[in-house]
């Protein structure tokens, strides 16, 4: 496995315009989807300047490449080669809407395991940890690509694939697992179920759990109660997309500061409503290229992903990588816009993951009158006194109202009422009106 450091942002810099005049030199000859759109924007030979490919060259929706795989099934346009040097095929969840079929070349697949070995590094996860990954193993990259890096860096893999909660509990503590790959919520539900099951969390040997999926993973709040129904396990947290592959590997230094592995991607930051690049602090859509993935590539592809590129500079944070504080806030189509103020997705979590008396949330999104209204649900930890529970209840409501300056009702639902996730977790539910 290869993995690759910079110096400062020039290399960086360097490095990604080779790569990105190699992708572009091979979609120009081979990718019916891209070429067009290359020339289009007037990419006909070798690109002068990243700037130039990023103020010239159109982005891509998901919805067109939704649109592409359904008039040219199953994969549409976008591939760089023939059909038989594709050995790999993934899949979205398609939770808002028609799944993508994603197909990579074992030259591809590589390098996305490439890019879990920087996670891993990272993670301080070294060969003979013992890795327990806690999915379905369903056509969803997933922890896919982090179940086969960590066999090629010598590390034992254990699935956890079609297992009740107890039985993967049980295969974690018989197996003394040093290493836990899940979500947030997951991890989360593990413990809750291991206090109803038998099961000593002090007596767990896990020492690092790696989540994506979800926000939760780099808000503090959700961190520190981890922390605590794992006793001496750290959280790490990364993000990836099917259809891009493993993205970010988290500051060992600065939790919850999480850095684009830029050898493999080309991001930019941007106004999602302008297009147009934010400044450090400010939240953007990050819009990622896929330098290394030339079987299926994206370029300029909005993803969706909210984020806020770090104010503090490469010296504060011990490497050059483009940084990005507090993991991805939530996503453009999870954004509630109330009364005036955006409420992320993590924003929320931040205050609800508070409580270690709640068990679970939701979140519900309303329109009334053409007014936005968020109704919150609680479901808390049993047993607990009626009035503990109103009390909690009320207790919320302030707090969001002093982080919003909104009233958002909080409610509470019976034991076990709310639904439970292994992978992402949907808590916000937009209602029908």
């Known amino acids: 496995m290869t993995t690759q450091t910079f110096a400062d942002r020039a290399a960086i810099e360097r490095h990604q315009l080779a ?28 690109i002068d300047s990243i700037n130039d490919f990023t103020s010239r060259m159109a982005l891509t ?20 080669f023939p059909l038989d040097r594709y050995t790999r095929l993934c899949q979205t969840s398609g939770t808002t809407g028609r799944p993508l079929r994603w197909i990579d070349t074992a030259e591809d697949w590589q390098r996305m395991l490439d890019c879990w070995a920087q996670v891993y590094a990272a993670a301080g996860v070294v060969a003979g ?24 860096l010598d590390m034992m893999c254990i699935p956890g694939g079609g297992m009740s909660s107890p039985a993967r509990l049980a295969t974690i503590f018989d197996n003394d697992v040093t290493v836990l790959c899940c979500t947030p919520t997951y991890a989360i539900r593990l413990a809750e179920v291991a206090a109803t099951s038998g099961f000593d969390m002090s007596r767990s040997k896990v020492s690092r759990i790696i989540v994506a999926g979800e926000p939760g993973g780099s808000v503090p709040a959700t961190r520190s109660r981890l922390e605590r129904l794992w006793p001496g396990a750290s959280v790490f947290d990364h993000h990836g997309m099917t259809e891009v592959g493993p993205v970010t590997y988290e500051n060992p230094d600065r939790p919850g500061v999480l850095h684009v592995i830029e050898s493999h991607y080309l991001a930019e930051i941007v106004d999602p409503q302008t297009c147009r690049p934010v400044a450090p602090g400010e939240c953007g859509e990050l819009v990622l290229t896929t330098l290394g993935r030339v079987g299926a590539p994206l370029l300029r592809y909005r993803t969706g992903d909210l984020v806020r590129p770090s104010t503090s500079d490469a010296a504060k944070l011990g490497r050059p990588e483009l940084a990005i504080e507090g993991g991805i806030l939530g996503r453009t189509d999870d954004m509630a816009l109330v009364r005036g103020v955006n409420i992320y997705p993590g924003a929320v979590d931040q205050i609800v993951r508070r409580h270690d008396n709640v068990a679970e949330y939701r979140v519900e999104i309303s329109e009334r009158d053409g007014m936005t209204d968020l109704h919150v649900i609680i479901e808390p930890v049993a047993p607990i006194e009626n009035d503990a529970v109103e009390m909690l209840c009320e207790q919320l409501s302030d707090e969001l109202r002093d982080a919003f300056h909104l009233r958002v009702p909080v409610s509470s639902a019976k034991p076990n009422e709310l639904p439970r996730f292994e992978f992402k977790a949907r808590r916000w539910v937009r209602l029908d009106t």
């Open 129 to 152: 940890d013992r890795v327990f990954f806690a999915f379905s193993f369903g056509p969803f990259l997933g922890f896919w690509t982090a179940f086969e890096a960590a066999a090629q």
């Open 19 to 46: 790569e990105l005049r190699k992708l572009t030199a091979a979609l120009l000859d081979g990718n019916d989807f891209y070429a067009s759109r290359l020339h289009d924007a007037g990419f006909e030979g070798i």
């Open 61 to 80: 929706t998901k919805d067109e490449i939704v649109e592409d795989q359904h008039q040219h099934p199953p994969y549409g346009t976008n591939l760089t």
